[in-house]
C-alpha cells in the first residue's frame, strides 16, 4: 500500500512514519505550517524524512492559520499547563485543522497515484478535539470517496484512532522509533517545557509503557502533579 504519512514532527507521527515504513510502502511526508507556535517541529518531521530516505513537503497554510484564531497554538495566548482532560486545554483547539490538513493530503496522494493517507490521531485527543474521533475519520472516509469518485480509490489509514498515547509508545518501540528526534511541547522552548498537555500526556504515556522516556523536561515532576489532579 502506497501511502504518504501526514507528519508534524511529534511523537505519534514520526512512530507512525516509521510503522508505515516497515509495514506498508512510505511514499512520502507531508507536513504544515499552519503558523503553530511550535512549528520547530517541522524540524523534527524533516529529520524524520531523512533518516527514512523519503522525500517530505512541508505545506504552508499560514494565511489559512491566521484565520483560525482563538488557539493558543496559532494566537498570542498562554498554553495551559496541566493535563488534556482538563477544560482549560480546549484553548489549545484549531478550528477543523485536521480536515484541512486532510482534505490537502488526499489530494497531493490523489496526484501522486498513492493508496492511502496516514493520520496519527489517536483515542486520547478524543477528549477535546472533535477532528480525531473514529467518528470524523469514518465520515472524512466517506466524504473523499464521494470527492474523489471515478478519479482515485485512497484509504484514509489512521492505526492509531482507537488507541491510547502509551500504545503508540509501544508501537514506535517495536519498530525502532527514535523517540528522542521528535517534538511534542506546544509552547515550542528551547526543551520540552514538562507542563502542557502534551508534555505530560507525553511523559505519562511512556510511564504507562514502562518504556525509558529519553525526553529533556524543564520540569520533570509536574506530570505527576497533573495525573493527581486529574484522579483526586
Known amino acids: 500500500m502506497k501511502t504518504i504519512v501526514i507528519c508534524s514532527g511529534g511523537l505519534d507521527s514520526v512512530s507512525l512514519a516509521h510503522k508505515v515504513r516497515a509495514e506498508h510502502e512510505l511514499a512520502g511526508l507531508l507536513s504544515f505550517d499552519y503558523g503553530q507556535r511550535h512549528r520547530k517541529e517541522l524540524r523534527f518531521a524533516a529529520a524524520c524524512a531523512e533518516r527514512l530516505e523519503v522525500p517530505q513537503r512541508i505545506i504552508d497554510i499560514r ?16 498554553v495551559p499547563d496541566g493535563h488534556y482532560a482538563e477544560d482549560t486545554m480546549k484553548v489549545t483547539v484549531v478550528p477543523n485543522r485536521n480536515a484541512i490538513m486532510l482534505a490537502i493530503a488526499f489530494g497531493v496522494a490523489a496526484a501522486q497515484k498513492a493508496d492511502a493517507v496516514a493520520t ?14 473514529p467518528g470524523f475519520i469514518n465520515a472524512f472516509q466517506t466524504m473523499q470517496n464521494h470527492a474523489l469518485d471515478g478519479y482515485a480509490d485512497i484509504r484514509l489509514y489512521a492505526p492509531y484512532v482507537n488507541i491510547s498515547k502509551a500504545d503508540i509508545v509501544a508501537d514506535g518501540a517495536r519498530h525502532n522509533t527514535p523517540f528522542e528526534a521528535t517534538w ?6 528551547a526543551r520540552h517545557c514538562g507542563r502542557c498537555g502534551t508534555c505530560v500526556e507525553r511523559r505519562e504515556a511512556f510511564d504507562l509503557a514502562g518504556i525509558a522516556d529519553p525526553t529533556d ?3 520533570s515532576d509536574f506530570w505527576l502533579h497533573a495525573i493527581w489532579k486529574r484522579s483526586a
Open 120 to 133: 496519527a490521531v489517536h483515542g486520547g485527543d478524543h477528549f477535546i478535539y472533535p477532528d480525531c474521533r
Open 217 to 219: 523536561y524543564e520540569d
Open 184 to 189: 511534542s511541547c506546544y509552547k515550542g522552548g
Open 63 to 78: 494565511e489559512i492559520g491566521r484565520s483560525l484564531s482563538g488557539s493558543a497554538l496559532t494566537d498570542d495566548l498562554d
